[in-house]
């Protein structure tokens, strides 16, 4: 069997004459910047979270600078931050001259463990940036109540993976003051190229935000701000667009995809218990399959799964058994954050944050996309 990853290719055969339309209708009218598609999805984003404010942008990466410098983030400011995350997370706070200051992670939800924020609070602590983590939610409540005791406090969820994840029952864009995400094809909701926006229920930094997106320009070639050139191609509003009619079911496919994989491997590892048991008796062996952790979600959230994510101890090893059988797997991520060489000059050094140290030596990504079959998953517990 040959098991795709994200399996875009399928997606793409099944929306593909409403996607290819939209297509060809931006190329015919030829408003590649700006046309209509762009409102008409920003409209649709706000409608599909309930949000006040949508504002799409080139990418995830460039949503998350929009944010910071829609809150004025300057030099010598400081941002909370989970080190287990990707690079652009952090890379965009250093790149505004602010400095990343991490916190370690919570073992079982691989987010911000916001616990342990409270401690790293200066008075140059601008912004707490929590991670929305293979698609699930941090603690978002604990986060408001830090921002009501700590009230200078901003929040900017970082949504790249998470689109479409709710906490209890709304959108996350509800318990922030900037919710960024990124459409790169390999996310939830994913675009053919660079994508990404920032959602927020303040007026003010939506109108901040759409200046910013286009040079700071208030009026044409009249600029209140510094910014950026930082738009969404129309062509790929108009892709997403469509896309997003189907995510609600695309989401809850997500959903069941993973409850079926946590539902199969735990049943294999009980069985693998059974023979632990029987082969213990009799040998030193040690059956690799009790190292194995399934990942959780709290009953308070839902993820948009971006990832299903376990915890093994061979990983090298069982990524090449899985590989040989046509099963691909990924690394998301294998060094935090505070560990890389760009960080260096932040002083950190191994042992600073020791979950995220020991998720990172762990982690492994199965494929994960809404056309998995029950057959498809069935094959791949069994190899693993
Ligand atoms: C957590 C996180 N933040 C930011 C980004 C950046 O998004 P983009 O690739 O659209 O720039 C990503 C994308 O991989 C991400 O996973």
């Not at 079926?260 to 069985?271: A, F, H, N, R, T």
Request: charged share 25%; aromatic share 8%.
């Amino acid at each position: 069997m040959k098991i795709d990853f994200a399996n875009l290719k399928y997606q793409h055969e099944l929306y593909k004459d409403e996607i290819e339309s939209a297509m060809l209708k931006v190329a015919r009218n030829c408003n590649f910047i700006m046309g209509e598609e762009v409102k008409e999805f920003e409209d649709n984003l706000c409608k599909f979270t309930g949000a006040k404010n949508a504002v799409t942008c080139s990418s995830g990466t460039d949503a998350l600078l929009l944010a910071m410098m829609a809150l004025d983030i300057k030099p010598g400011d400081e941002i909370i931050t989970t080190p287990f995350t990707f690079i652009a997370t952090a890379e965009t706070i250093a790149l505004l001259g602010a400095k990343p200051v991490f916190v370690d992670i919570d073992e079982k939800t691989y987010n911000i463990d916001v616990s342990k924020i409270e401690e790293k609070i200066t008075d140059k602590t601008k912004v707490i940036m929590p991670v929305s983590l293979y698609g699930q939610p941090a603690d978002l409540e604990a986060l408001q109540q830090l921002k009501i005791k700590h009230s200078k406090l901003k929040i900017i969820i970082d949504g790249a993976q998470s689109f479409g994840a709710t906490y209890k029952g709304k959108a996350e864009v509800h318990y922030t003051d900037i919710y960024t995400t990124s459409f790169f094809p390999a996310k939830p909701l994913g675009c053919y190229g660079d994508g990404g926006a920032v959602l927020t229920n303040n007026d003010e930094l939506a109108e901040k935000m759409r200046m910013l997106r286009v040079h700071g320009q208030n009026k044409r070639y009249h600029h209140k701000y510094i910014g950026m050139g930082g738009r969404m191609d129309t062509i790929q509003c108009a892709v997403v667009n469509v896309k997003l009619k189907h995510y609600e079911k695309d989401l809850a496919k997500r959903q069941e995809v993973a409850e079926k994989y946590s539902k199969v491997l735990s049943s294999k590892l009980e069985v693998g218990s059974e023979e632990l048991k029987e082969k213990k008796k009799t040998s030193n062996f040690q059956l690799e399959t009790s190292n194995l952790i399934l990942p959780t979600v709290k009953s308070d959230r839902t993820s948009a799964w971006a990832q299903y994510s376990i915890r093994v101890k061979n990983r090298d090893k069982l990524q090449l058994m899985l590989k040989e059988a046509g099963i691909p797997t990924a690394v998301h991520y294998p060094m935090p954050l505070h560990l890389q060489e760009c960080f260096e000059y932040l002083g950190y050094k191994e042992g600073n944050f020791p979950i995220a140290e020991k998720v990172s030596s762990e982690i492994m990504s199965l494929p994960m996309n809404p056309y998995l079959t029950d057959k498809e998953i069935e094959y791949i517990a069994t190899q693993l």
